[in-house]
């Protein structure tokens, strides 16, 4: 279950995923004031200098778009973390966040009981990304306060698990916040995605086609034209197994069908020989078939909001 301070400002229970390189604040102001969660890796700030800016812009505005609009106020907002120890960068940009409080923060490739500490001592909300139980028990028993459960399908980094059984078998255990992430890309894709037990859907690869995205136009057209057949599973690109394009990869002279894998003790995400990951190769999940044009992120909102409520209904007789 989510809290109340984050659930009763949700338009639809979505939380946009955070997108390497792609998210920014244009991008996470535009899905808060619509009504989700907006997010973003603390690394897509560069130099790491920016994350204060981008902080600074997020928390202005957003207050002064809840003073605007006291009856509908703006959905709060995310930063990623990255706590692998190959990231260089945490202590910096944690000590950032909590000089500004943000509210969530989503950690990935790793569970750090230190990490979790820091953010509950500021008041936030840690939420972890899996892909199994083995994962999701060992980032609760670390103070994770919530999960994202990343089933197959999903874009970027990405685990095989059904999300049928995933949700099923942490529901044993865990009553607590979770999100599923997995090819959803429609209102009918988060209903589907609370009826599994999830609390909310966490969308990524229909944010990438928004005009705000920070994805240049031959991506986001991609992500338009394709589907899921489109979509190559490989670790080759950051030493994690995670889902790109298919056009990317023949665009950087590289056979999808046949590539290699890589040695994940030497994971690499700012790039990695022989195309940059996310730069040349571009991550998207199997739900890109939902996406039919590049449109505004709140259209986006506003689109997933109708397909949720006409969903309901038509279950509901």
Request: aromatic fraction near 6%.
């Amino acid at each position: 279950m989510l809290p109340a301070w984050l659930s009763e400002r949700l338009v639809v229970p979505v939380i946009g995923a955070p997108l390497f390189i792609i998210s920014n604040p244009d991008l996470v102001l535009a899905q808060c004031k619509a009504g989700v969660v907006g997010s973003f890796p603390a690394l897509n700030a560069r130099p790491p200098e920016l994350l204060a800016s981008w902080l600074e812009r997020v928390t202005r505005e957003l207050a002064a778009h809840d003073a605007a609009h006291p009856a509908r106020p703006a959905a709060p907002f995310a930063v990623n973390q990255i706590v692998h120890r190959s990231n260089d960068r945490l202590e910096h940009d944690l000590e950032v966040c909590e000089r500004f409080r943000v509210p969530i923060v989503i950690t990935s490739l790793g569970a750090r009981e230190d990490v979790n500490a820091r953010v509950h001592a500021w008041g936030g909300l840690v939420l972890h990304d899996i892909i199994n139980v083995a994962h999701a028990k060992k980032a609760l028993d670390k103070g994770a306060d919530g999960l994202i459960a990343v089933c197959a399908g999903a874009g970027g980094h990405a685990g095989t698990t059904s999300p049928f059984a995933l949700i099923e078998e942490i529901r044993r255990f865990f009553d607590g916040p979770l999100a599923l992430a997995g090819a959803i890309a429609t209102g009918r894709g988060v209903l589907a995605a609370r009826a599994l037990g999830a609390d909310v859907a966490y969308v990524g690869s229909a944010f990438i086609a928004t005009r705000e995205a920070n994805a240049i136009e031959g991506y986001k057209q991609a992500v338009v034209d394709g589907a899921a057949a489109d979509i190559v599973y490989t670790s080759l690109f950051t030493g994690v197994h995670g889902n790109y394009l298919r056009a990317s990869i023949t665009q950087a002279g590289l056979d999808p069908d046949n590539l290699p894998g890589s040695d994940p003790s030497k994971m690499n995400f700012g790039g990695a020989a022989p195309a940059k990951a996310w730069k040349d190769i571009w991550g998207a999940g199997q739900g890109i078939g939902a996406v039919r044009e590049v449109v505004g992120a709140g259209e986006l909102v506003a689109r997933l909001a109708r397909e949720y409520d006409e969903a309901r209904r038509r279950l509901a007789g």
